[in-house]
T-cell receptor, first 109, second 116 residues
Framework: KQEVTQIPAALSVPEGENLVLNCSFT??????LQWFRQDPGKGLTSLLL???SQREQTSGRLNASLDKSSGRSTLYIAASQPGDSATYLC????????WGAGTKLIIKP | GAVVSQHPSWVICKSGTSVKIECRSL??????MFWYRQFPKQSLMLMAT?????????EQGVEKDKFLINHASLTLSTLTVTSAHPEDSSFYIC????????????FGPGTRLLVL
């Protein structure tokens, strides 16, 4: 069974800290991996898309890495801000999207 | 946990035909369902939001007469791509909001549409 697991399920850190969110997947057929942000009551916001041939992508304070051999992806958030508080989802794309359950992140001012 | 299914997972059709995609919330009542589209190597894009029993709200640039959305019950929403053309080939994903955590969206596995 194809699975995507996100650890931790919830995380609360003080403002300004750097943090890492983890995503692991069991299906080696996943050919790219995406990170999304979900704010309450709103749709998804795509953050980073890592193609199978890539190892990482960066956008501003965000950096996502992909290691297919170990079945892992990480999302690194630098200098966290209260506005980063949201649920972060990773999804692997094979024939279909396989979603992780998300990590609920709270940044305390 | 909350599960959202989509059917079919794959569909290949000829240009000019209409295709219906179903989105179901399997173990909760979805008061709101969302439809997204993702082209290859691009981000997920919200197409429309539908509340049970009312007309869908479409995002700017999405043709409501081409992408018909019906949210007839609290567990089922359908997206019909009418008179499909090759440029409609995409990955269509639905999500549903409801259940115990009212603000959380649960995503379906997606439907890959290829129009020949």
């Amino acid at each position: 069974k194809q699975e995507v697991t996100q650890i931790p399920a919830a995380l609360s850190v003080p403002e300004g800290e750097n943090l890492v969110l983890n995503c692991s997947f069991t299906d080696s057929a996943i050919y790219n991996l995406q990170w999304f942000r979900q704010d309450p009551g709103k749709g998804l916001t795509s953050l980073l898309l890592i193609q199978s041939s890539q190892r990482e992508q960066t956008s501003g304070r965000l950096n996502a890495s992909l290691d297919k051999s170990s079945g892992r992806s990480t999302l690194y958030i630098a200098a966290s801000q209260p506005g980063d508080s949201a649920t972060y989802l990773c999804a692997g794309t094979g024939n279909q999207l396989i979603w992780g359950a998300g990590t609920k992140l709270i940044i305390k001012p | 946990g909350a599960v959202v299914s989509q059917h079919p997972s794959w569909v290949i059709c000829k240009s000019g035909t209409s295709v219906k995609i179903e989105c179901r919330s399997l173990d909760f009542q979805a008061t709101t369902m969302f439809w997204y589209r993702q082209f290859p190597k691009q981000s997920l894009m919200l197409m429309a939001t539908s509340n049970e029993g009312s007309k869908a709200t479409y995002e700017q640039g999405v043709e409501k007469d081409k992408f018909l959305i019906n949210h007839a019950s609290l567990t089922l929403s359908t997206l019909t791509v009418t008179s499909a053309h090759p440029e409609d080939s995409s990955f269509y994903i639905c999500s549903a909001r409801g259940g115990r955590e009212l603000e959380t969206q649960y995503f379906g596995p997606g439907t890959r549409l290829l129009v020949l």
